[in-house]
């Protein structure tokens, strides 16, 4: 049976990322998507879903990865071989995991659109979800993100220094961080010149998954709503 | 006496134009020396070093953890980046080689000052990277255990190799 489709909004922008999280959010199929993330996460391996068609319900599917049958390997690898409109994987509940994205994460995003396996960057979706947190990348400046893209990420040693950059100078995933420190120093992180955001926004999911709200560090270092154009 | 003067605060201009703040990190420091593992004809060995680390894209000056490693399985080599020892972590900046050449970059952080984060440490047979973690143990500042774990998040590493270690992942170094 074809999954009940709601009517989009009139408005609906397809390169506005908060249209985009809004209607996924109204698909039967992304909800779902977050759950089954978050209940995964009391197991000792990562899990991940590659999806297509992500709003188009009628076409939509997903492709499961597990690190479970890896040897020790615990971080899942989920491989692109066709063009995308989503990725999204889980954090499970280690006692070092990092609650929001990690620099490898980051990497990654960069690393699927440099094999072109990206549909389109201002409505690809980039979701992690833990025990206790959940949120979504969307790309709001194509142009700004391939530039960090092709700057931070060309290289292993550029790489290593975007982990320098994130985890040493900005100290994101410190130990006995909080969540809103954790997100701080993320956001601080990318909003930093001379990424000045990466093209990226960073969507908050409320308690129930159920909303989402962009966010930013504000000049005077509060978290902020980042609302969209 | 006015070419003086503006000799003078030339000088100081161009002095103030090329001084950059370091952010230190005295924890580092107790991690610094030659650290080895050994069980019969199997070593592992580490050298660490301080150095400032330059991030030419923030022009952020740092001091870090950097180090080399070499890795002897039934008394033979399996991997080594001693050849670089001492080498300049900065010069790595626009290195596009396959391998690291400075294989360990991490920092102590002040909340947890016993162990050492080292979020890249670079693999030379399977040519991928690692987080390692040093933990001091208890009252001493010359044993410290060694974890080798994968990053965490998305695996980037070469395709077949999730999960695939070519290094011991928990032993405890002794500080030489």
């Given at each position: 049976?074809?999954?009940?489709?709601?009517?989009?909004?009139?408005?609906?922008?397809?390169?506005?990322?908060?249209?985009?999280?809004?209607?996924?959010?109204?698909?039967?199929?992304?909800?779902?998507?977050?759950?089954?993330?978050?209940?995964?996460?009391?197991?000792?391996?990562?899990?991940g879903?590659s999806q297509?068609?992500?709003?188009?319900?009628?076409?939509?599917?997903?492709?499961?990865?597990?690190?479970?049958?890896?040897?020790?390997?615990?971080?899942?690898?989920v491989?692109?071989?066709?063009?995308s409109?989503g990725v999204a994987h889980?954090?499970?509940?280690?006692?070092?995991?990092?609650?929001?994205?990690?620099?490898?994460?980051?990497?990654?995003?960069?690393?699927?659109?440099?094999?072109?396996?990206?549909?389109?960057?201002?409505?690809?979706?980039y979701?992690?979800?833990?025990?206790?947190?959940?949120?979504?990348?969307?790309?709001?400046?194509?142009?700004?993100?391939?530039?960090?893209?092709?700057?931070?990420?060309?290289?292993?040693?550029?790489?290593?220094?975007?982990?320098?950059?994130?985890?040493?100078?900005?100290?994101?995933?410190?130990?006995?961080?909080?969540?809103?420190?954790?997100?701080?120093?993320?956001?601080?992180?990318?909003?930093?010149?001379?990424?000045?955001?990466?093209?990226?926004?960073?969507?908050?999911?409320?308690?129930?998954?159920?909303?989402?709200?962009?966010?930013?560090?504000?000049?005077?270092?509060?978290?902020?709503?980042?609302?969209?154009? | 006496?006015?070419?003086?003067?503006?000799?003078?605060?030339?000088?100081?201009?161009?002095?103030?134009?090329?001084?950059?703040?370091?952010?230190?990190?005295?924890?580092?420091?107790?991690?610094?020396?030659?650290?080895?593992?050994?069980?019969?004809?199997?070593?592992?060995?580490?050298?660490?070093?301080?150095?400032?680390?330059?991030?030419?894209?923030?022009?952020?000056?740092?001091?870090?953890?950097?180090?080399?490693?070499?890795?002897?399985?039934?008394?033979?080599?399996?991997?080594?980046?001693?050849?670089?020892?001492?080498?300049?972590?900065?010069?790595?900046?626009?290195?596009?080689?396959?391998?690291?050449?400075?294989?360990?970059?991490?920092?102590?952080?002040?909340?947890?000052?016993?162990?050492?984060?080292?979020?890249?440490?670079?693999?030379?047979?399977?040519?991928?990277?690692?987080?390692?973690?040093?933990?001091?143990?208890?009252?001493?500042?010359?044993?410290?255990?060694?974890?080798?774990?994968?990053?965490?998040?998305?695996?980037?590493?070469?395709?077949?190799?999730?999960?695939?270690?070519?290094?011991?992942?928990?032993?405890?170094?002794?500080?030489?």
């Amino acid at each position: 049976m074809p999954i009940p489709w709601q009517d989009e909004p009139s408005s609906f922008d397809p390169n506005n990322p908060c249209n985009v999280v809004d209607s996924l959010l109204k698909t039967t199929a992304f909800p779902i998507l977050l759950h089954k993330l978050r209940d995964s996460t009391i197991n000792n391996y990562e899990i991940g879903y590659s999806q297509v068609n992500t709003l188009s319900p009628a076409n939509y599917s997903e492709t499961y990865f597990s690190g479970q049958n890896e040897v020790d390997a615990l971080a899942v690898n989920v491989v692109l071989n066709n063009s995308s409109d989503g990725v999204a994987h889980n954090h499970y509940n280690s006692p070092d995991r990092l609650h929001n994205f990690s620099a490898e994460d980051i990497y990654k995003l960069a690393y699927y659109w440099s094999i072109g396996k990206i549909n389109n960057l201002s409505n690809f979706s980039y979701t992690v979800v833990t025990d206790s947190t959940s949120y979504i990348l969307m790309i709001d400046d194509p142009t700004a993100f391939i530039s960090f893209a092709q700057s931070w990420f060309n290289s292993q040693a550029h790489f290593d220094f975007f982990k320098i950059h994130l985890y040493r100078n900005y100290h994101y995933g410190e130990q006995g961080n909080s969540i809103a420190e954790d997100e701080k120093t993320f956001l601080s992180a990318l909003q930093a010149p001379p990424l000045n955001g990466a093209g990226l926004k960073l969507f908050r999911e409320n308690k129930e998954m159920n909303s989402f709200t962009p966010i930013k560090v504000s000049s005077t270092g509060q978290l902020v709503t980042n609302p969209c154009n | 006496m006015k070419p003086i003067i503006i000799i003078i605060f030339s000088f100081f201009l161009t002095k103030s134009s090329f001084t950059q703040t370091i952010t230190t990190n005295p924890q580092l420091d107790k991690f610094v020396g030659v650290w080895r593992w050994t069980s019969g004809a199997d070593t592992v060995e580490i050298t660490l070093q301080k150095q400032v680390y330059i991030l030419q894209f923030t022009n952020k000056h740092s001091e870090v953890l950097v180090g080399w490693h070499r890795y002897v399985k039934n008394g033979v080599l399996q991997q080594s980046s001693y050849q670089y020892l001492g080498r300049d972590v900065n010069l790595d900046f626009n290195d596009a080689a396959l391998d690291a050449k400075t294989t360990l970059l991490g920092t102590v952080y002040s909340t947890s000052s016993n162990k050492a984060y080292f979020y890249a440490f670079w693999d030379l047979v399977l040519h991928k990277g690692f987080e390692l973690f040093l933990t001091l143990l208890p009252n001493s500042n010359t044993q410290a255990t060694w974890v080798l774990k994968q990053p965490r998040g998305l695996y980037t590493g070469p395709e077949g190799l999730n999960g695939v270690f070519s290094m011991p992942r928990n032993l405890v170094l002794t500080k030489l």
